[in-house]
């Protein structure tokens, strides 16, 4: 008798389901971390219409396995749903049109460090999770940058945009949206008659990110980014100018 992987029969009916035009496909979110991931997620009017990432959907049970035994290991939670587009079950990534929202890199770094500062106060986080000066924040780019799995991170997250939307052959694979132009852009995308409510936004968002830069900071950024400023054309007080699916 054939062993077959129940989720994976469920997910091949789903394509089929799909391609015979029997059930519609959903918009599945790549939820890039502090990319307004949880404005998406929590609109009324995307409930019916929006899928994540989560443990079942990734690309194998040993995936799941050694991402939920790493983040254990140092005290985290999975982030099953940050999985990046080739971490995504392929039948799902067939079977639904993929999206994600990007941000310009250096208001997206004081965003980290602002929402890892409020969680340190309000007791999501341990003091010390991570330093509460900003400068030396950037520093902890040399301690989990290049740590496998770390892309499932918020705060000690340091992958490049990019890697979260580009398929095995290293092309995007995924619609683009704006998180400076997310109102108009996910009711243009979802064709919407109202625009999202923004949730999650931290505590110190207020403040402008160009306060906490100076020449130095600016330049650190920018070639830990590189790929993402390249790829997509950000200046330093700019959203993406190239490779979105709305940028002029």
């Known amino acids: 008798m054939l062993n077959l992987d129940r989720r994976a029969v469920q997910y091949s009916a789903e394509r089929l389901l799909t391609v015979l035009g029997i059930r519609q496909p959903k918009k599945l979110l790549i939820h890039i971390p502090k990319n307004g991931g949880m404005t998406i997620r929590h609109a009324d009017q995307l409930k019916e219409r929006v899928i994540l990432a989560s443990r079942k959907r990734l690309k194998s049970p040993a995936y799941a396995d050694r991402l939920l035994a790493t983040m254990k290991a140092n005290g985290d939670h999975p982030g099953y749903e940050h999985a990046r587009y080739r971490d995504v079950r392929l039948s799902i990534r067939k079977a639904n049109n993929a999206f994600a929202v990007i941000r310009n890199p250096w208001s997206r770094v004081v965003s980290r460090f602002t929402f890892a ?19 030396a924040f950037l520093e902890e780019r040399h301690v989990w940058g290049a740590r496998e799995f770390f892309w499932h991170r918020a705060i000690r997250g340091w992958y490049p945009q990019l890697d979260y939307v580009v398929d095995e052959s290293g092309d995007i ?13 996910t ?18 968002s207020k403040a ?41």
């Open 173 to 185: 694979a995924v619609d683009l949206l704006r998180l400076e132009h997310l109102s108009e852009e």
């Open 117 to 135: 500062v409020s969680a340190m106060d309000d007791g999501r986080a341990p003091e010390g999770y991570v330093p509460r000066d900003f400068e």
């Open 187 to 204: 009711s243009r995308y979802f064709q919407l008659s109202a625009s999202l409510d923004r949730r999650n936004k931290s505590a110190r």
């Open 208 to 248: 402008s990110y160009r306060q906490y830069y100076n020449a130095r900071l600016i330049q650190i950024v920018a070639d830990w980014y590189s790929r993402d400023i390249e790829t997509f054309g950000f200046d330093f007080d700019t959203a993406a100018a190239r490779n979105t699916l709305y940028a002029p």
